[in-house]
């Protein structure tokens, strides 16, 4: 099949789970198209059947505002005419959706029906919890979902949470998000454990985001420093964005500044991840949390917060443990029996590693795209059956 992906390239989930499933694709015989505004964060060198096509959104003196969901629809035109798509596939609502369909739109005056590309979108989280039911985006958004020809999303919760906070009825398959188990890990590198753990007996704990408010990461450095206060333990923040400067300075303010290191954004995280003993993650809401898959296929055990889809991701008590939003004492008190008991870390990492093996390789989730996009095209020739 010829598939477009349209994606952000900026350091987030639903960027690395289409660029993740643009290689898997291209791997799999598919001609892939990735459009976004740069090579997205993890689009890594040449690989034949995956093609890069820079969206350019040009400046004029009149505009305040930078026109991308124009660009971006003119874009897929002219690649859906090149390339002859079969599927346009949105990662991440806003607007993409919304793009996607006026590009279906204008091709739809020139090319016959059954060439018109179907149109796929991904829901992948804060596109609908956050931004996407924002009433000033909200009517766009859910027109542009039932408009699309499909939809999926990263998480049964995040399906749910859509059904309440839109007003659409149209049918939301569940596919979760995946990793390249192949790559996905613990590797070892001693060299640089030692680098950061300042003792043979100290523990790193790591936390991987965009320190986006979404993702409370004064909390992180709260838990820590509870954690911090039983075991000797260091903190590695990776990443960067808005509430990294308030992480640091809680940090700073708790008097533990000297035990927290921030490593800014690594395009690497798996030595980094195989170094960790433990993954905290206590965002305030997480419709699925690649971060904490990847933490978990690199056999780090995971804490987090019980929210969103980390349920379906994260066996509580099995891989790793859930607590409430607000239960810091009990995050920290999980993260000190795992630290302190290296029978129960033992188990909890392999339990871990064993979940990403079993539910969440490439093999197994990306056939389950291609399947839904064979079920669209099938259904758009004539006399074809409606997709359930
Ligand atoms: O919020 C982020 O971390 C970024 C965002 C994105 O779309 O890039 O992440 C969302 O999508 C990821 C991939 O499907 C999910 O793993 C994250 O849980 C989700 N973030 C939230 O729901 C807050």
Redesign the pocket.
């Known amino acids: 099949m010829n598939v477009g992906i349209v994606c952000?390239a900026?350091v987030?989930?639903?960027?690395?789970?289409a660029t993740e499933l643009a290689k898997a694709l291209a791997m799999r015989g598919h001609d892939v198209h990735l459009l976004s505004t740069e090579p997205p964060f993890r689009y890594a060198d040449y690989q034949p059947g995956l093609s890069f096509h820079r969206v350019h959104t040009p400046a004029y003196p009149l505009f305040r505002e930078p026109q991308y969901v124009l660009s971006l629809a003119n874009k897929i035109v002219q690649v859906t005419r090149s390339f002859s798509l079969d599927i346009i596939h949105a990662?991440?609502a806003v607007p993409h959706a919304t793009a996607a369909y006026l590009a279906r739109q204008i091709l739809s005056t020139s090319v016959p029906p059954a060439r018109i590309p179907r149109v796929v979108t991904t829901l992948?989280?804060?596109?609908i919890?956050?931004v996407g039911s924002d009433r000033s985006y909200s009517e766009t958004v859910a027109f542009s979902i039932e408009r699309s020809d499909g939809v999926t999303a990263?998480s049964e919760s995040?399906r749910a949470d859509t059904y309440r906070a839109l007003q659409v009825e149209r049918d939301i398959r569940v596919i979760p998000?995946f990793l390249d188990c192949r790559v996905h890990r613990r590797t070892s590198h001693p060299t640089l454990r030692q680098r950061y753990a300042r003792t043979p007996a100290e523990k790193l704990v790591i936390h991987v985001?965009?320190f986006?408010p979404?993702?409370r990461v004064e909390a992180v450095v709260q838990v820590f420093a509870r954690i911090a206060a039983s075991v000797p333990a260091r903190l590695l923040l990776i990443g960067d964005g808005p509430d990294l400067g308030k992480a640091l300075e809680t940090a700073h303010s708790m008097g533990i500044g000297d035990d927290v290191e921030s490593l800014g954004e690594q395009d690497q995280i798996l030595p980094l991840l195989s170094i960790a003993d433990l993954f905290l993650l206590t965002?305030?809401?997480?419709?699925?949390?690649?971060?904490a898959?990847e933490a978990m296929a690199a056999g780090v055990p995971v804490v987090a917060s019980d929210v969103?889809?980390l349920r379906e991701v994260v066996d509580h008590g099995r891989s790793g443990y859930l607590h409430a939003l607000n239960d810091l004492d009990g995050m920290a008190a999980s993260g000190v029996s795992l630290l302190r008991d290296p029978a129960l870390h033992a188990r909890t990492a392999a339990e871990a590693s064993r979940t990403v093996q079993e539910r969440f390789c490439a093999e197994l989730v990306v056939p389950r795209y291609e399947a839904f996009y064979g079920e669209l095209v099938a259904a758009a020739k004539p006399g074809g059956a409606p997709v359930e």
């Open positions: 952000y900026s987030g989930g639903s960027g690395i789970v990662h991440y992948h989280g804060t596109d919890t956050l990263v995040l998000n985001s965009n986006r979404v993702k965002s305030q809401q997480e419709s699925f949390g690649l971060a898959l969103g889809g």
